[in-house]
């Protein structure tokens, strides 16, 4: 998963929520030099945190962002599957099933996480307080 033009005009407040929703960026998912999924305007600060959490869990299941930007849950999948992690979207069905190892599926979001926290950093924004509570 990675990301372009983060995008902090709509930012009116310093609330946690604020930066999850108000900044946000167009997204890609890519996979074996594919891109599999693309959605603009995406709230990354906020699937951050999600994965962040869903990292963090020892218990951890299937995950399915649920976002305060989208009425849908899903908007972005991991599911465990016999064969392996399968990525999903909602919003894109026809996506080609490709099963990932846990490994690929952790170094995806921690990756994805890192970058929000250095371009929040930029931003004069403490990652800690908007990713971390």
């Known amino acids: 998963m990675t990301y372009d033009r983060l995008d902090s005009s709509e930012l009116r407040g310093t609330t946690q929520a604020d930066y999850l929703i108000a900044l946000d960026a167009d997204l890609q998912v890519v996979a074996a030099h594919q891109a599999l999924y693309e959605e603009p305007r995406f709230p990354v600060v ?17 995950f399915e962002f649920e976002s305060m930007s989208f009425e849908e849950v899903g ?24 099963s990932l190892e846990w490994a690929d599926v952790e170094l995806c979001c921690r990756q994805l996480i890192s970058r929000v926290e250095e371009d929040l950093a930029g931003l004069g924004i403490n990652p800690g307080e ?4």
């Not at 908007?75 to 490709?98: C, D, H, K, N, Y």
């Open 46 to 62: 906020e699937l951050a945190r999600s994965l962040r959490v869903w990292l963090a869990d020892p218990s951890r299941g299937d």
């Open 130 to 133: 908007v990713l971390r509570q």
């Open 75 to 98: 908007s972005i999948a991991f599911r465990q599957t016999r064969q392996g992690w399968v990525f999903g979207s909602i919003f894109a069905s026809e996506l080609p099933p490709m």
